[in-house]
DNA sequence: ACTAATAACATTTTT
DNA sequence: TGTTATTAGT
């Protein structure tokens, strides 16, 4: 073991070693965040604190589960399995289950996905009888789950009239009772959804003060990973929780705060000095994954936002290329661009597959990647698509688990009873539903006993289900007599799902069989695996308590291959190289946030996490048009590109930005401008880990004004060659008033092509049609189109 | 009750 | 465009 605190810096060992009290930990991107909290954690155990008195918070399996390992060998497995340590809902569900009977609860209570919220609210709004076009069930979920981020109850909800308010403004009138309905039905169903897993853990501190006090005394310290994205219900659950030791340390950075649309509250961080005036505030501002040229672009970007905590993230490593920014046609031409120039660089370097990520705002825009990656042969991982628990098959085979623990889980109820179908179709159990609410019993208790209910089906259907009852009762006296793995098997047999899967031969059907394999073995190893452990089997209850709160399986895929995924998802990874696709207005920035400040300050946080994800490596990729819900439409480069000193970026790969965004007064001064500027190296030449001069031209790019890009102005230019030079200025000073159809043209972006057609020739607004060899028929303004008639 | 056709829709998503 | 959910038809 030695001094495992010899391996870290100054600051990271006072950070480390500071635990008198609260404190707060900013950690700059690819400052060593992980080490931090993972050596404090080694050290407390080191200085004789019990494993079990340690709490250490995360927002994912994932982290957890590294952050364990990790501890577990500096200072020891049997001590790192000691530890509290998991996601705030793994944690939080964990005590709920022992406590649960103060909620009225019972502790097999089952946790809801997102999917099964959304269809308990769509079944509620459909029983109302509203209408699903105003009381839309995802804006309805999204406002509960809101609501229950910030501590609002159904009842607190209705009471306020300021949210009633808010509601008629919204012409959602019942809300508040929808609200009310979905809480009831979920207390019925003995269900909690992720956010009552915070909620009622807040309600539980709030209404038992006896069972506060003893978690309070259980945690002795508190460790709050990625604090930058708790949303209010965590902070309050930290904030109880660490009321009597005050040994609370949260780790995070304001600067990638990127959840806030799922209720995270950057100012958690920002205020926590507010918060705790007692705390001592460590700062991790040298940034060891990064080249100097990557941390000072991201730098650059992120100073454009207000409201953060000062730092100066800085890099002693080799300067590194300049990080590239560069524009296509089209998300074809782009995906085109991104897989050759992956290509280049793989060759010149000899790095691997793997060493590359290509990163993107929506999960849309991964479709067109992976037809060009797959056409030229490149390996490919996509990360977050449909996670492993999402799956139909896997959902399906929970939902029979579930519904033999808690039999009054609704949702499993309604998705398993045709699945795989048994004559049960949806008539009839709307019937079972109605009855149900009718009596006000659940689902169960009807199918249990039809007769006293009255359920109005006929005999056949009666059969049928009597049949499907004798099939979940086999699993209910199942459940305590197998372990997890044999139970699985069970319910995967006997409900006929392995025949059904069995039968279809399509290849999804394949990998569906394929997919419930896996679940088995799966369990079969974890199942064995606890036996060996603790001697004692693995039951469906803990399992299930368990899976209900993952998302993915461990990807033990070490192929090598470019990994593909969203931003958010790149969070805390790192690649040598990164592709950020997509830098455009209304993508990235998403138009959604570009409505107020703060939305587009946490997308501008989202492309300076997408920045510093990269190690040696950086692109920035706009197309010129893009494709999106089926139609082309033209797009402008992210404003984000302009926020960026231009001194700092290579623009040699976009040439269209430089001339649609910079403008020169007259041709002259453009050749005078060119001639101070030496030309540009030859970017493609790339060595990423090769020193290569510092870029320290001065020039200015002013951002375009969006929708008017004629309008802009520019003093300067980005240096480019003189061929260059000289065909901007053969495009500007051509006038284009002499166009005629059939007159062949050439384009500065869209290369050859023939006029078909004029508009309003003569006015100031006069259009051309152009059909283009290589990118079709556009219709440009033709003022501002660059055209020239050959 | 199941299938096929069509209409509607479409950020990000650690849990 | 590609998916998903509802609806109409058998």
Redo the contacts with the bound molecule.
């Keep these: 073991m030695g001094n495992f605190l010899d391996e870290l810096s100054g600051i990271q060992r006072e950070a480390v070693c500071f635990n008198s009290g609260p404190s707060l930990v900013v950690a700059g991107a690819g400052s060593g965040k992980t080490r931090v909290l993972t050596y404090k954690i080694a050290q407390l155990i080191e200085e004789g604190i019990r494993p079990s008195s340690i709490l250490a918070l995360?927002?994912?399996?994932?982290?957890?589960r590294e952050m364990k390992d990790r501890i577990g060998k500096l200072v020891g497995d049997e001590n790192s399995k000691r530890l509290w340590m998991?996601?705030?809902?793994?944690i939080f569900?964990r005590i709920l289950r022992k406590e649960s009977e103060l909620l009225g609860f019972t502790s097999d209570f089952t946790?809801y996905?997102?999917?099964d919220s959304?269809n308990l609210i769509?079944s509620i709004i459909?029983e109302r009888k509203l209408d699903?076009?105003t009381y839309?069930?995802?804006k309805v979920a999204?406002r509960i789950s809101q609501m229950k981020n910030d501590l609002i109850t159904a009842e607190a909800y209705r009471s306020k009239k300021e949210f009633h308010d808010y509601d008629l403004h919204q012409r959602m009138p019942l809300f508040g009772d929808l609200y009310k309905y979905y809480t009831i039905r979920c207390q019925k169903a003995n269900a909690m959804d992720?956010?009552d897993?915070?909620l009622y853990t807040n309600i539980l501190f709030r209404d038992h003060p006896d069972i506060l006090a003893k978690y309070q005394n259980i945690f002795k310290f508190i460790l709050v990973d990625?604090y930058?994205?708790?949303?209010f219900s965590q902070f309050l659950i930290v904030q109880k929780l660490a009321n009597k030791s005050h040994k609370v340390c949260v780790v995070g950075d304001d600067a990638q705060?990127?959840?806030?649309?799922?209720?995270?509250r950057i100012e958690n961080i920002l205020k926590f000095k507010e918060n705790y005036p007692e705390c001592k505030v460590f700062k991790l501002e040298q940034n060891y994954r990064s080249t100097p040229n990557i941390v000072s672009v991201a730098n650059s970007l992120i100073k454009k936002n207000e409201g953060q905590i000062p730092k100066n993230v800085f890099s002693e490593r080799k300067a590194g290329s300049p990080v590239l920014v560069m524009n296509s046609y089209s998300e074809t031409d782009e995906s085109l661009k991104v897989s050759q120039l992956l290509d280049k660089i793989k060759r010149q370097t000899g790095m691997r597959y793997s060493d590359f990520a290509i990163l993107?705002?929506?999960?849309?825009?991964s479709?067109?990647l992976e037809?060009t990656l797959r056409q030229k042969g490149i390996p490919y991982r996509l990360?977050?698509s449909?996670?492993f628990y999402?799956r139909k098959e896997i959902l399906d085979t929970l939902g029979y688990i579930r519904l033999a623990i808690n039999n009054n889980d609704e949702e499993a109820f309604k998705r398993i009873i045709?699945t795989p179908?048994?004559?049960?179709?949806?008539?009839?159990?709307g019937k079972i539903l109605e009855t149900a609410h009718n009596n006000d019993v659940s689902c169960w208790t009807v199918l249990s006993d039809p007769m006293t209910y009255a359920l109005p089906?006929n005999a056949?259907?009666l059969a049928?289900l009597a049949e499907f009852k004798k099939l979940m009762d086999s699993l209910v006296a199942a459940k305590e007599e197998k372990d997890a793995y044999e139970f699985v098997e069970m319910v995967v047999h006997n409900s006929g799902m392995w025949t059904a899967l069995n039968a279809d031969r399509s290849p999804e059907g394949v990998s569906r069989l394929q997919n419930v394999e896996e679940l088995l073995n799966g369990l079969s190893s974890s199942a064995a695996q606890k036996l060996e452990e603790d001697g004692e089997p693995l039951m469906v209850a803990d399992f299930m308590a368990e899976v209900?709160?993952?998302?993915?399986l461990d990807d033990n895929d070490t192929d090598d291959k470019v990994t593909m995924?969203?931003?958010?998802?790149a969070?805390?990874l790192e690649f040598k190289n990164v592709f950020i696709v997509g830098a455009e207005e209304e993508l990235f920035?998403?138009?959604?946030?570009t409505g107020t400040a703060e939305?587009i300050e946490?997308?501008r946080r989202?492309f300076y996490v997408a920045i510093t994800r990269a190690e040696d490596f950086c692109v920035i990729s706009y197309a010129k048009s893009r494709?999106?819900?089926?139609?082309t439409n033209p797009s402008n480069p992210s404003r984000f590109i302009k926020d960026i000193d231009a001194s700092m970026l290579d623009f040699s790969m976009a040439p269209d930005y430089v001339k649609l965004y910079s403008r020169v007064a007259s041709s002259d001064e453009m050749d005078l401008h060119f001639q101070s500027l030496k030309p540009r190296h030859d970017t493609l030449n790339i060595r990423p880990t090769a020193e290569r001069p510092q870029q320290r031209y001065h020039f200015n790019v002013e951002p375009p004004k969006i929708g008017s890009p004629a309008t802009n102005t520019a003093r300067n230019l980005t240096p480019l060659s003189r061929a260059e030079a000289g065909s901007i200025r053969n495009l500007h000073v051509n006038n284009n008033t002499n166009v005629k159809v059939g007159d062949k043209v050439i384009h500065a972006q869209f290369g050859m092509g023939v006029v078909t057609k004029l508009e309003g020739a003569g006015t100031p607004m006069a259009k051309i049609c152009v059909h283009f060899q290589n990118v079709g028929e556009k219709k440009l303004i033709l003022k501002y189109a660059n055209i020239k008639v050959v």
């Design positions: 995360t927002f994912t399996n994932k982290a957890a998991g996601t705030f809902h793994s569900s946790i996905d997102t999917a959304n769509k459909k699903d076009k839309a069930p995802k999204n992720f956010d897993l915070l990625e930058q994205d708790t949303n705060s990127i959840y806030s649309f799922r209720g995270a993107y705002r929506t999960n849309a825009q479709r067109v037809k990360w977050g449909t996670s999402e045709n179908a048994r004559g049960i179709g949806d008539t009839t159990v089906v056949g259907t049928k209900a709160l993952m998302t993915s995924m969203t931003v958010h998802a969070k805390g920035p998403s138009v959604m946030s939305g946490e997308e989202l494709m999106r819900n089926g139609a």
